[in-house]
T-cell receptor, first 111, second 117 residues
Framework: LAKTTQPISMDSYEGQEVNITCSHN???????ITWYQQFPSQGPRFIIQ???TKVTNEVASLFIPADRKSSTLSLPRVSLSDTAVYYC????????????FGKGTTLSVSS | GAVVSQHPSWVICKSGTSVKIECRSL??????MFWYRQFPKQSLMLMAT?????????EQGVEKDKFLINHASLTLSTLTVTSAHPEDSSFYIC?????????????FGPGTRLTVL
């Protein structure tokens, strides 16, 4: 399984755009990139998933360059409620494949 | 999205007793479920893979006789912490993959807080 590297923490203010970059240099051809959000004492919540280029949904965008060795989660106009830990995971998307979590990025949003 | 539930959400027990935690996929079937453990200020650690109709697969360092896993049906997996001790106090989380389109997305339960006195 590809190892991921993310910043340990980031700080932002309400209304700003936040970009969290994840490095995954040894990503395999069959690997997908998935981001999860976790609040204290809750299970992780799926945010977005992608394979290449750009993916956008109602809460975030995911940018993946052509070499796929990194990815950037973009949160537009964050609010206080976006304060959480964000995990970048790389794994093959096959049933039976467990997700291995790294340390994640703790995002703190202030007013 | 898909919903995974856990019961109980929290439990306090005395040292030496056994505790059962249930994980259910509410609106989809899951032949595979995963159990994680999370200590304060740390990331999730995979404990085991629960397989419907067969034995669970445990990660290195996880005692299979202490953490009993039973995947009773396509929507239910249980984790039993036998003879619990204070060091077993942790946040236990399960997940289940939902197949759809060209990718499988994993959905996580809300977690169970276990405190062993």
């Amino acid at each position: 399984l590809a190892k991921t590297t993310q910043p340990i923490s980031m700080d932002s203010y309400e209304g700003q755009e936040v970009n969290i970059t994840c490095s995954h240099n040894n990503i395999a051809t069959n690997d997908y990139i998935t981001w999860y959000q976790q609040f204290p004492s809750q299970g992780p919540r799926f945010i977005i998933q992608g394979y290449k280029t750009k993916v956008t949904n109602e809460v975030a965008s995911l940018f993946i360059p052509a070499d796929r060795k990194s990815s950037t989660l973009s949160l537009p106009r964050v609010s206080l409620s976006d304060t959480a830990v964000y995990y970048c995971l790389v794994a093959t998307n096959q049933a039976g494949t467990a997700l291995i979590f790294g340390k994640g990025t703790t995002l703190s949003v202030s007013s | 999205g898909a919903v995974v539930s856990q019961h109980p959400s929290w439990v306090i027990c005395k040292s030496g007793t056994s505790v059962k935690i249930e994980c259910r996929s509410l609106d989809f079937q899951a032949t595979t479920m995963f159990w994680y453990r999370q200590f304060p200020k740390q990331s999730l650690m995979l404990m085991a893979t629960s397989n419907e109709g067969s034995k669970a697969t445990y990660e290195q360092g996880v005692e299979k006789d202490k953490f009993l896993i039973n995947h009773a049906s396509l929507t239910l997996s249980t984790l039993t912490v036998t003879s619990a001790h204070p060091e077993d106090s942790s946040f236990y989380i399960c997940s289940a993959p939902l197949a759809g389109g060209f990718t499988d997305t994993q959905y996580f339960g809300p977690g169970t807080r276990l405190t062993v006195l």
